[in-house]
């Protein structure tokens, strides 16, 4: 496997099981009031990627450290197959509990191709005692954060509580059976992050947790913070800090508990720590749509450009152009004359098109400054984490034309962006030789810059480049 180490292949594999459950699940998906998603929730692992990944390094390091060597977790909300994965794979007896069949069967998926064999129990863990009966040597967890993420339209799903105060009262119950399932002198762990009532006020869902375990008999013993990816957040941040004086938030509190006398730690918890795996987490798994690739195209050469498409694909039909310009880049394209707003280079006063189209062509070409939503631009992860080409490519003049080159061969500097050139040889080989979908491997920069730049694009409500991308079907 490319990049090898279990913390990497699980969290891709996660990464598949997750975007599945949720086009199982999207029907019964909605975005809720509260204001925090207005704000780009928050720092929450799930809106930044577009999938809730569960980090598979922190749950290593909670397991090493906050359990006894091959102890038995608890886990009241379970979500995805994270958690479960990794305490197998380290030798941990884990059970989870979560009210999503889809979710545990894809979770039981997950832990079949990797060969791990957590136990997972679909049910409402108001019921944990009875469902998940036995004494524990570790609690972790990711509760719903309120109404952030709604996962179903099950009344018994906590995410779907009436308020506030109907969802604390819940989970505050659901708290103190697992902590009456823990054994004495042990821990609890739970990610958790706070959320914005609807005038923007925090729920104080990070000390109201603290309070449920406190009532529970578990005492706040550590906290730690996540810190997430900050990925398109300082674009998003904007209007919200501006409209609201809302800072923008990228971290989650990890809330380490204890149930019993601290002075027994020494006792019971093993004095040295195991070194951790070789983690690899470079690199992210992604399908590759072989019939999307085939798709033809005239391919990009000068003559072509010059003499018949002219490179509208760096136009909207509408007029304008969107290019993303990510974060990382915006120094560089300012300090060549571009102005950018919002995440979006903005279009020549005169001309109305790129300000480095020159001649309809790139003057930033074949220069380590193209912006790499330019260079990547035919391709995009749709939500079930496949490489499509772009719904609007297949609107161009170069569309079934000309010389009537299959994508990957017309495209195939993107491709060698996106998958780096061995990878991409490798996959063309692949697509040569007439394969059908193909697993490939990109750097995890890479699997973020495509991600963060369509959120950058869903942020222009002008755009018409990006409508229904993500609902391709390959
Ligand atoms: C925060 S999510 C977990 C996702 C998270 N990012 C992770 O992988 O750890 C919380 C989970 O709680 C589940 N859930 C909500 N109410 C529940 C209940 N009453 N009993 C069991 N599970 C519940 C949801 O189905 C969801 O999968
Ligand atoms: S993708 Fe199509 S429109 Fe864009 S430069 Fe190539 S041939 Fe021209
Ligand atoms: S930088 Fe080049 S590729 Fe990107 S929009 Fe401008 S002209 Fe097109």
């Given at each position: 496997m490319v990049g090898g180490g279990l913390a990497n292949n699980?969290?891709?594999?996660?990464?598949?099981?997750s975007y599945k459950s949720q086009?199982?699940?999207?029907?019964?998906?909605?975005?809720?009031?509260?204001?925090?998603?207005?704000?780009?929730?928050?720092?929450?692992?799930?809106?930044?990627?577009?999938?809730?990944?569960?980090?598979?390094?922190?749950?290593?390091?909670?397991?090493?450290?906050?359990?006894?060597?091959?102890?038995?977790?608890?886990?009241?909300f379970a979500g995805g197959s994270v958690r479960g994965v990794v305490a197998s794979y380290l030798g941990y007896a884990y059970t989870g509990i979560d009210l999503s069949q889809?979710?545990?069967?894809?979770?039981?998926?997950?832990?079949?191709?990797?060969?791990?064999?957590?136990?997972?129990?679909?049910?409402?863990?108001?019921?944990?005692?009875?469902?998940?009966?036995?004494?524990?040597d570790l609690i972790f967890s990711c509760p719903p954060y309120y109404d952030l993420e709604v996962y179903s339209d099950d009344p018994n799903d906590l995410s779907t509580a009436s308020d506030y105060e109907a969802f604390i009262s819940g989970y505050s119950q659901i708290i103190s059976?697992?902590?009456s399932m823990l054994k004495d002198n042990r821990f609890a762990c739970f990610v958790v992050g706070d959320i914005r009532d609807k005038k923007g006020f925090y729920h104080n869902f990070v000390s109201d947790t603290i309070k449920a375990f406190q009532d529970a008999g578990a005492l706040l013993y550590n906290e730690a913070i996540l810190v997430t990816s900050v990925g398109s957040l300082p674009v998003r941040a904007g209007r919200p800090f501006v409209s609201g004086r809302k800072l923008g938030k990228t971290h989650q509190n990890i809330l380490i508990f204890y149930k019993g006398d601290p002075d027994k730690i020494k006792e019971i918890f093993p004095a040295e720590i195991e070194a951790g795996l070789d983690i690899d987490t470079d690199r992210v798994e992604i399908k590759i749509s072989a019939k999307m690739a085939r798709l033809s195209f005239a391919g990009c050469?000068?003559?072509?450009?010059?003499n018949v498409c002219h490179a509208r694909c760096c136009e909207k039909s509408t007029g304008g152009i969107i290019v993303t310009i990510h974060?990382?880049?915006?120094?560089?394209?300012?300090?060549?004359?571009?102005?950018?707003?919002?995440?979006?280079?903005?279009p020549d006063n005169s001309t109305n098109k790129c300000p480095f189209k020159l001649d309809n062509l790139c003057s930033l070409h074949n220069t380590n400054d193209k912006p790499f939503g330019c260079i990547a631009s035919p391709f995009t992860l749709n939500k079930n984490g496949t490489l499509i080409v772009r719904n609007r490519y297949r609107l161009?003049?170069?569309?079934?034309?000309?010389?009537?080159?299959?994508?990957?061969?017309?495209?195939?500097?993107?491709?060698?962006?996106?998958?780096?050139?061995e990878e991409a040889e490798r996959v063309c080989q692949l697509l040569d030789d007439g394969e059908g979908d193909i697993?490939?491997?990109?750097?995890?920069?890479?699997?973020?810059?495509?991600?963060?730049?369509?959120?950058?694009?869903?942020?222009?409500?002008?755009?018409?480049?990006?409508?229904?991308e993500g609902n391709t079907t390959t």
């Open positions: 699980m969290a891709n594999k996660e990464q598949t099981a086009s199982r699940q999207s029907a019964l998906m909605k975005t809720g009031d509260s204001s925090a998603k207005d704000f780009g929730t928050e720092g929450n692992i799930s809106e930044q990627t577009g999938t809730s990944i569960f980090d598979p390094v922190l749950c290593e390091l909670v397991y090493r450290w906050f359990n006894v060597n091959g102890g038995s977790i608890l886990d009241p889809a979710q545990i069967e894809a979770n039981r998926e997950q832990a079949e191709a990797i060969g791990v064999n957590p136990t997972w129990i679909v049910g409402d863990s108001k019921n944990i005692k009875e469902l998940a009966q036995g004494e524990y059976d697992a902590v050469s000068l003559d072509y450009i010059k974060p990382n880049e915006q120094d560089v394209i300012e300090g060549l004359g571009g102005v950018v707003k919002d995440g979006l280079l903005q161009l003049k170069c569309y079934d034309d000309g010389d009537k080159i299959p994508a990957y061969k017309a495209f195939r500097a993107s491709l060698d962006l996106i998958l780096g050139a697993t490939a491997y990109i750097t995890r920069d890479n699997y973020n810059m495509l991600i963060e730049n369509d959120e950058i694009k869903h942020q222009d409500t002008n755009s018409e480049m990006i409508a229904n």
